[in-house]
């Protein structure tokens, strides 16, 4: 069984548009991440979620939505694609109430181009 | 401001040879270190860690060796192969705190036969 599992896997659209990235964890861990890894594969943190409440949101643009339905999921909701936001996000998860202090589970990540 | 430096940025070393990758960090608040290996199209997985009341931690053939003083840490890979190519990510954190996981910039590392 995928610990964490993303999808999709590729997303390949248009300047301008809406698109979302689903993330569930089946490890009953507190808290969830999306992180964007760049084209010189530099791991940047977005947002940590820890049992659906947001405690980390780095400087990322608005048009960026994470939503938590409940502890085991967390989207990223995208509006208005740019062309800079072409890179690779990762889910991940973690067992601790705070921050990263533990293991990290990264999930497959969702290569995202924007053309 | 980058708060965790990491080099080399690329790395080759001979099949039975011994990589390693130097981390050094800013934030003396700092307690958890992380090393992370990510294949092409997967996800980071963690290799091994270290807390900084150790200087040195052993797993098989990785040891990550912690100089808290310098506020430096290094990785080693002993009799590296061919299977060991890979980006490799250092790492570090506050255990308490919101403090998320703060990634040094990658090494990847070429084992070559």
């Known amino acids: 069984d995928t610990a964490v599992s993303q999808t999709p896997k590729y997303l390949v659209t248009q300047m301008g548009n809406d698109k979302s990235i689903k993330c569930e964890q089946n490890?009953?861990?507190?808290?969830m991440y999306w992180y964007k890894q760049d084209s010189k594969k530099f791991l940047k943190i977005m947002f940590s979620y820890n049992n659906k409440e947001l405690i980390i949101n780095e400087t990322v643009p608005n048009r960026f939505s994470p939503k938590s339905p409940d502890k085991a999921h967390l989207n990223l909701h995208i509006n208005s694609l740019e062309l800079g936001d072409s890179a690779v996000y990762f889910c991940a998860s973690s067992q601790g109430t705070r921050g990263m202090s533990t293991e990290a589970f990264f999930g497959q990540g969702t290569r995202l181009t924007v053309v | 401001q980058q708060q965790v430096k990491q080099s080399p940025q690329s790395l080759i070393v001979q099949k039975g040879g011994i990589s390693i990758i130097n981390c050094a960090y800013e934030?003396?608040?700092?307690?958890?270190f992380p090393w992370y290996q990510q294949f092409p199209g997967k996800g980071p997985a963690l290799l091994i860690a270290i807390r900084p009341d150790v200087s040195e931690k052993k797993e098989g053939r990785f040891t990550i060796s912690f100089n808290k003083s310098a506020k430096q840490f290094s990785l080693h890979i002993m009799d590296s192969q061919p299977g060991d190519s890979a980006t490799y990510f250092c790492?570090?954190?506050?255990?308490?705190?919101?403090?998320?996981?703060?990634f040094g910039k990658g090494t990847r590392l070429s084992v070559i036969a």
């Open positions: 790492a570090a954190s506050k255990t308490s705190g919101n403090t998320p996981l703060v």
């Open positions: 934030n003396t608040a700092f307690d958890y």
């Open positions: 490890l009953g861990h507190d808290t």
